[in-house]
């Protein structure tokens, strides 16, 4: 089993910045794809980004693709996302997940995740 939780979510201004952290705790971090998804109201929950259990490949949904960064640190037990140029668009709760893959495979939907944090809410208006 393993818990996570998210922070860092917040307010800010179009084109600003927020990074986001997920601690992971009860299981062996390393062996997990981690991944960020995003739900804003009435919308379905949907991906944001993932990073392989080694930390060397990373996958990015085209919405998001050059404005953010995901990154783990193995010996924190600690994804992140950070996120820049934030858009309007970018405003809803954004879970981190975790998930048991094979070598190769590239976790995008919820259903291939077996863990959940319980959000954090990331607003961006002017």
């Known amino acids: 089993q393993v818990h996570l939780v998210e922070s860092g979510g917040g307010a800010v201004q179009p084109g600003g910045s927020l990074r986001l952290s997920c601690a992971a705790s009860?299981?062996?971090?390393?062996?997990?794809?981690m991944g960020w998804f995003r739900q804003a109201p009435g919308k379905e929950r949907e991906f944001v980004a993932t990073?392989?259990?080694?930390?060397?490949?990373?996958y990015y949904a085209d919405s998001v693709k050059g404005r953010f960064t995901i990154s783990r640190d193995n010996v924190k037990n600690t994804v992140y996302l950070q996120m820049n140029i934030l858009k309007p668009g970018d405003t809803a709760v954004y879970y981190c997940?975790?998930?048991?893959?094979?070598?190769?495979?590239?976790?995008?939907?919820?259903?291939?995740?077996?863990?959940w944090g319980q959000g954090t809410q990331v607003t961006v208006s002017s």
């Open positions: 990073i392989l259990w080694s930390g060397g490949s990373t």
């Open positions: 009860g299981g062996t971090f390393r062996s997990y794809t």
């Open positions: 997940a975790a998930s048991v893959t094979s070598v190769g495979v590239v976790p995008r939907r919820v259903r291939e995740y077996g863990y």
